[in-house]
């Protein structure tokens, strides 16, 4: 039994084997670095995706939320400049789910009151793309250019937008309003 151990032929045939058993260790080795590396390089890849996913995020958030309500304009001048408007809640709050009364002011750039003007009103929230829950109406004339403009409801938070369009003695033009809730 001994002497056939160190038999040259079973000899070979051991170096043989052990050869052959590193080239499977080297070659596994080999195997193991490469999808290491592949590992590595999809991480890489999947970090970059992330980076450019939270960039794409971040650039195209909605900047409304940052916007103070007061850097809200409640006056403003006409889209080509026939009036000056103002609009702001009759009541002087804002209330969500709430039927309510606004007032839209108009004056002349001299600041003489605008009277007998056709108003028509439109909106929505523009980041949510839908309209306005009502239909506004401009239900009377107060005087000093004020009107007043029933069944506004601002039916949840976030950025809306009133549209007027407006016509009179001096001409047509239209104004936007943004109301953030
Ligand atoms: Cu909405």
Redesign the pocket.
């Known amino acids: 039994m001994a002497a056939a151990d160190f038999a040259p032929g079973s000899f070979s045939q051991r170096r043989g084997g052990t050869l052959s058993a590193q080239r499977d260790v080297i070659s596994g080795r080999g195997t193991g670095l490469a999808s290491l590396w592949r590992y590595v390089l999809a991480g890489l890849g999947l970090a970059a995706l992330l980076a450019g996913i939270l960039a794409a995020v971040y650039l195209t958030a909605p900047q409304a939320p940052q916007r103070a309500v007061s850097e809200i304009a409640r006056s403003k001048k006409t889209a080509h400049g026939l009036f000056v408007a103002s609009f702001e809640p009759e009541r002087g709050v804002i209330r969500q789910g709430e039927l309510q009364s606004w007032l839209l002011t108009l004056k002349t750039n001299a600041g003489a009151p605008v009277e007998g003007a056709a108003i028509t009103i439109s909106g929505g929230?523009p980041q949510?793309r839908?309209g306005l829950p009502t239909s506004p109406q401009a239900t009377g004339y107060l005087g000093d250019g004020c009107y007043r403009i029933d069944g506004v409801k601002f039916t949840?938070s976030?950025l809306w937008q009133l549209h007027f369009a407006i016509s009179a003695a001096a001409g047509s033009d239209t104004v936007v309003f943004d109301v953030l809730l």
């Open positions: 929230m949510h839908h949840m976030g």
